[in-house]
């Protein structure tokens, strides 16, 4: 089975901070996302990133960067956090190559910038 | 325009009864369609994947119909613990990225 971990199932932090989602997959996958959640607007991607070192932005990449230094592990952050960036935020995976590959996704972590 | 709809329901069915959802999509481009399944502040998890030729997996049926550019899935004899979002996802030529829809809701009383 595919498991992608993401580091906080609850964070809070303060307006200004910098803020750092991890993600972690144990299935050698290509491709990994960051997507957030919200009432109303459904899932909106972050920024994905086909391989290592390799990033693309989403629909929504303003006020968020991301690193990918290892096929594993793709981090999302939050360079100054701010309250509308209160969300949930789910991390993803897929294998590349084949066009049946699902995304898999990580638990989530609810994220509350006060 | 939204690139992938659903009406968010709810869809408030009897036990046993069979339902049904459509997701439309607006690019005549996209190459592969999913259902998530979605509980209440969980993450989403694939339930099925929809392939042209339409499939079953158990009680869930998933269709798909290009030409009207929609899948639908059936879910038959509900279970309460169908209760769910269920969320339709496209995969564009490019192959890499899903565009979801924003879901619809699915209630089973008993």
């Known amino acids: 089975d595919v498991k992608v971990t993401q580091s906080s199932r609850y964070l809070v932090k303060r307006t200004g901070e910098k803020v750092f989602l991890e993600c972690v997959q144990d299935m050698d996958h290509e491709n990994m996302f960051w997507y957030r959640q919200d009432p109303g607007l459904g899932l909106r991607l972050i920024y994905f990133?086909?391989?290592?070192?390799?990033?693309e932005k989403g629909d929504i990449p303003e006020g968020y960067s991301v690193s990918r230094e290892k096929k594993e592990r793709f981090s999302l952050i939050l360079e100054s956090a701010s309250t509308n960036q209160t969300s949930m935020y789910l991390c993803?995976?897929?294998?590349?190559?084949?066009?049946?590959?699902?995304?898999?996704f990580g638990d989530g972590t609810r994220l509350s910038i006060l | 325009r939204k690139e992938v709809e659903q009406d968010p329901g709810p869809f408030n069915v009897p036990e046993g009864a069979t339902v049904a959802f459509n997701c439309t999509y607006s690019n005549s481009a996209s190459q592969s369609f999913f259902w998530y399944r979605q509980d209440c502040r969980k993450e989403p998890k694939l339930l099925m994947s929809v392939y042209s030729s339409g499939n079953e997996d158990g009680r869930f049926t998933a269709q798909l119909n290009r030409a009207s550019q929609y899948i639908s899935l059936l879910i038959r004899d509900s279970k309460l613990s169908d209760s769910a979002t269920y969320l339709c996802?496209?995969?564009?030529?490019?192959?890499?990225?899903?565009?979801f829809g924003g879901g619809t809701r699915l209630m089973v009383k008993p």
């Open positions: 993803a995976s897929r294998l590349a190559g084949g066009t049946f590959q699902p995304q898999h």
């Open positions: 996802a496209a995969r564009n030529n490019a192959g890499n990225m899903l565009t």
């Open positions: 990133s086909y391989d290592v070192k390799m990033k």
